[in-house]
């Protein structure tokens, strides 16, 4: 699937008009007993799409998670040519008016696919039901982010603070579209509320 993948990219006209192409599906559901152990592998393993490079074993993000403040979603997806299987997630925080994300991982398999800007989105959303003013995306740099350093700044709508590098910030009263190419299925993430400590 992936060779064919790639070998219809090569051919395309533009990168856009091939993702729109991919008649993309995904799905977005809060880490559970049989998603937490595959969560954790990326958290683990993944490092070009990576946030902060947070490594935690699967108890202690399991035990992370047992907080009314927090909150961490899995990223299922799939096209045309086949089931990608999970291959994202991404972790949040209440902290008082703000909503930082402490995880955003995604496997190299799925760049490029606009998944990237669906789990801002998922993000953005979590925040505004929970009552947050902004969301901050804090990209703590390493030697192999550099794709997760380029999209935040290069291909996001979020705007990097000037006082804070690597920090880009979204206001949570501004509604961030979802990608529209992308069907979603999100029945979870579309009641959660994070509430504070």
């Excluded at 990608?84 to 997630?89: F, H, N, Q, S």
């Excluded at 705007?159 to 069907?183: K, Q, Y």
């Amino acid at each position: 699937a992936n060779r064919l993948r790639n070998q219809e990219v090569a051919g395309a006209q533009s990168g856009e008009n091939w993702t729109r192409s991919l008649d993309i599906r995904a799905t977005l559901a809060r880490v559970n007993p049989s998603t937490q152990t595959r969560a954790a592998q990326l958290l683990n393993k993944t490092n070009q799409f990576n946030l902060r490079t947070r490594r935690l074993t699967e108890g202690e993000m399991v035990a992370w998670l047992d907080k009314p403040h927090r909150a961490m979603f899995t990223l299922n997806a799939s096209d045309r040519f086949g089931d990608l299987g999970l291959i994202g997630l991404v972790s949040v925080e209440l902290d008082g008016s703000e909503v930082r994300i402490e995880d955003m991982v995604l496997s190299c398999r799925a760049f490029g696919r606009s998944l990237e800007n669906l789990m801002l989105c998922a993000c953005a959303e979590v925040a505004k039901r929970s009552g947050a003013q902004r969301v901050l995306a804090h990209c703590l740099p390493t030697a192999k982010n550099k794709p997760t350093q380029e999209f935040l700044t290069q291909r996001s709508a979020w705007r990097e603070e000037p006082m804070a590098s690597g920090c880009h910030v979204w206001d949570a009263n501004v509604a961030l579209p979802r990608p529209e190419f992308i069907t979603v299925d999100s029945q979870e993430l579309d009641v959660c509320v994070l509430h504070a400590l």
